[in-house]
């Protein structure tokens, strides 16, 4: 039974697949890499929009990651022991716990990050190239 099917018997890795989501972690970090080693580069006007997108989604994890901070919290399920008990594996699991909510929000964020960090330095390397091209030419009009 899913969490969806109200049975539990899931984390919300499970929904989001954070597997698939280190290996996208691992993957960007590699394209990081490539760039600060000049392994790509790209205009700035080329990466003007992914990088425009990449932003407003860091911007919506940052707003879903508040939105989930209730997540924090115990739910109330009663003033008895059971409750209590059940209440506090909630707050871990939705929290705190490998694959919750938090730590895969922050980890989608973190990926984004490091996509916007990849393409912000292939434009630079970019940039820096076409300008070693112009003094090249310069240098051989002199």
């Not at 954070?18 to 691992?26: E, K, N, P, R, S």
């Not at 000049?38 to 205009?43: C, E, M, Q, V």
Request: glycine share 12%.
């Amino acid at each position: 039974m899913l969490i969806a099917d109200g049975g539990g018997g899931g984390s919300f890795a499970d929904i989001m697949n954070l597997g698939a989501i280190q290996g996208v972690t691992a993957e960007t970090q590699k394209l990081v890499d490539a760039a600060k080693g000049g392994g790509f580069k790209i205009t700035p006007e080329g990466v003007k929009p992914i990088r425009d997108a990449l932003t407003e989604l860091v911007n919506e994890l940052a707003n879903l990651s508040f939105d989930t901070m209730a997540l924090d919290q115990a739910p109330k399920l009663g003033n008895h022991p059971y409750g209590h008990t059940i209440a506090s594996h909630d707050q871990k699991s939705a929290s705190q716990a490998e694959g919750s909510a938090t730590e895969v929000l922050a980890k989608l964020r973190q990926v984004a990050q490091q996509a916007d960090e990849a393409l912000a330095r292939a434009a630079g390397l970019y940039k820096g190239t076409e300008n070693d091209a112009f003094a090249a030419l310069q240098t051989k009009q002199a």
